[in-house]
């Protein structure tokens, strides 16, 4: 079992940026799949970006370029770097953990309210 929890979430003003960070129990650098998803009022829960193993990382369309996903070895979490933010990044934030490659076992944080607004 693996717990996850987030922080760093909170009220920005548009154009402002802010970072997310998720650690908990097990090591992240070992985990496969490391990443972030979010859910806006109203909407269903969507990808934002996601690292595995050596691969280049993925990222919505609609973050590419302001939004950063890292793995943080030295603090065993993984990041979310938002810049440029827009009201319509208003979201709930969730850490996303596939540890095995081959195996569909996967956890989520409780999430972290993030709320673009001046």
């Known amino acids: 079992q693996v717990q996850l929890v987030e922080s760093g979430g909170g009220l920005v003003q548009p154009g402002g940026s802010l970072r997310l960070s998720c650690s908990g129990s097990?090591?992240?650098?070992?985990?496969?799949?490391v990443g972030w998803y979010r859910q806006a009022p109203g909407k269903s829960r969507q990808l934002v970006g996601t690292?595995?193993?050596?691969?280049?990382?993925i990222y919505a369309d609609s973050v590419k370029g302001r939004f950063t996903v890292s793995r943080d070895r030295a603090k065993n979490a993984v990041a979310l770097q938002m810049n440029s933010l827009t009201p319509e990044d208003t979201a709930v934030y969730y850490c996303?953990?596939?540890?095995?490659?081959?195996?569909?076992?996967?956890?989520w944080g409780q999430g972290t309210e993030v709320t673009v607004s001046s």
């Open positions: 690292i595995s193993g050596g691969e280049p990382t």
């Open positions: 996303y953990v596939r540890p095995g490659r081959y195996t569909s076992q996967e956890y």
């Open positions: 097990g090591t992240f650098s070992s985990f496969y799949t």
